[in-house]
């Protein structure tokens, strides 16, 4: 198995002399000048490199690689420092180089020894850390803008480069939750529009975590239908929920099927995000036929404000069981005002939510009892608004967007 060499430090002597005939001195044609040198310019400096590394690893008593067919790793001697050309993806362009080649001296076979020296798997031509910067280029604007912004800068990568780099680098991130930081987290979801299917066809479904030292990491992304199933999402992470040893606290929306996928596997206490209680309210109360900014719509959407707003940093036992009794009080009062004006959306809907409307103040548990996914949300938006994608496409592109913004990923 082939691996890359020892860090080390040689000296290399790189001369370089280019004729060129130019008319102008003014910025532009000198810059134009150098782009068109680029790509000559990085083929002699790889080339230079990569022979002056060969010579030191030939050089060794115990090479950095083995032969393939018999395992020797002293005995070698040149084939060719000039062999096959082969392309690699450079930050900027391909470029191409030729191969350096070598023989074993105990079996006779030969192997290319290039992509060692350059820390690549066998016939690979996009490195990894090219692939990655691509990825991110592509997560973060649209690809004809990626593509724009390249070629504005010297590149000559085109966009299905670009997107081929996101699919590879998405498809092979994976996220879970994190048995080091805390046991709190919101699951939610939101519409992304799905070429061949009218709005927006599938539902983005997103698991975040809180950070001990404060912020959101993603635990968790997937994409599939409106109010299905989101045991892929957490499947990852159920043995990591097991190990909590505090109670693990999961604020949703409302949706059903969250707590469905989890609750026959561990025990989970459930926060409503007191967010959303207000905000959903006043789409019940548009299918109750109640007229915005009424006095009706007034009332019940104040009520309901000053009932979900929590003052942080109450911990006396007395104080919780007494705010929790005021606004219990205060809800049914709301609920019954709606049975009264025949509200029966908004009655149905605040029924369902108030048995986990104070589950954090309840159980004394610290955190944030609204949704932060909301601001997660506004981020996924700016890039999948753009067009329609295809399921896959759409969730590759929203996990390196998401991983730079939340997981530390940076090319």
């Known amino acids: ?36 040198l680029l790509p000559q310019l990085l083929e002699d400096f790889f080339q230079k490199v990569l022979v002056a590394f060969g010579e030191y690893e030939m050089a060794c008593e115990k090479k950095s ?6 395992g020797n790793d002293t005995q070698f001697i040149w084939k060719t420092r000039h062999g096959k050309a082969t392309t690699v993806l450079t930050w900027f362009r391909y470029i191409t180089l030729k191969q350096l080649q070598v ?26 850390e090219t692939r990655h910067k691509l990825a991110l280029l592509g997560a973060l604007t649209s690809y004809r803008v990626a ?3 390249g070629k504005m800068f010297g590149w000559a990568i085109d966009k299905m480069t670009i997107w081929k780099s996101v ?9 879970v939750l994190d048995e080091n930081e805390e046991p709190r987290c919101e699951a939610d979801g939101t519409g992304v529009g799905i070429a061949g299917i009218a709005k927006r066809g599938k539902e983005l479904k997103v698991l975040v975590q809180y950070k001990k030292g404060g912020g959101i990491r993603v635990a968790g992304i997937d994409i599939g239908n409106y109010n299905g199933s989101w045991d892929k999402l957490f499947q990852k992470s159920i043995g990591v929920i097991k190990k909590f040893k505090e109670p693990f606290l999961l604020m949703t929306d409302g949706d059903t099927a969250i707590f469905e996928s989890l609750k026959e596997k561990v025990t989970v206490l459930i926060q409503r995000c007191l967010w959303h209680i207000p905000y959903q309210a006043q789409y019940v109360l548009w299918s109750d036929g109640v007229k915005r900014k009424s006095k009706e719509w007034l009332h019940v959407v104040a009520e309901l404000m ?41 009655v149905v809907y605040l029924e369902n939510a ?16 609204t949704s932060r996914v909301e601001r997660l949300f506004r981020t996924v938006n700016m890039r999948v608004n753009v067009s329609k994608w295809s ?10 967007r998401l991983a730079y913004y939340y997981n530390g990923f940076d090319a």
């Open 306 to 346: 000053e009932i979900c707003a929590i003052r942080s940093l109450v911990d006396c036992p007395d104080t919780i069981k007494a705010m929790l009794e005021s606004k219990r009080a205060r809800l049914e009062k709301v609920i019954a005002y709606c049975k009264e004006k025949k509200y029966e959306h908004c």
């Open 103 to 128: 023989e074993c001296k105990e079996c006779g076979s030969k192997q290319y020894i290039t992509r060692m020296l350059l820390g690549m798997e066998p016939r690979k031509r996009v490195p990894e």
């Open 391 to 400: 399921t896959e496409g759409a969730l590759n592109v929203t996990k390196v």
């Open 1 to 36: 198995m082939e691996t890359t060499p020892q860090q080390k430090d040689i000296t290399i002597e790189f001369d370089c002399q280019f004729r060129i005939n130019m008319g102008q001195s003014d910025f532009s044609s000198i810059m134009k000048a150098f782009l068109m």
């Open 65 to 70: 690689f083995v032969c393939k067919c018999c």
């Open 147 to 149: 593509e724009k912004f």
């Open 354 to 369: 108030r048995a986990d409307m104070f589950t954090a103040l309840e159980n004394r548990l610290e955190g944030k009892t």
């Open 167 to 175: 699919q590879q680098v998405g498809a092979g991130m994976e996220f």
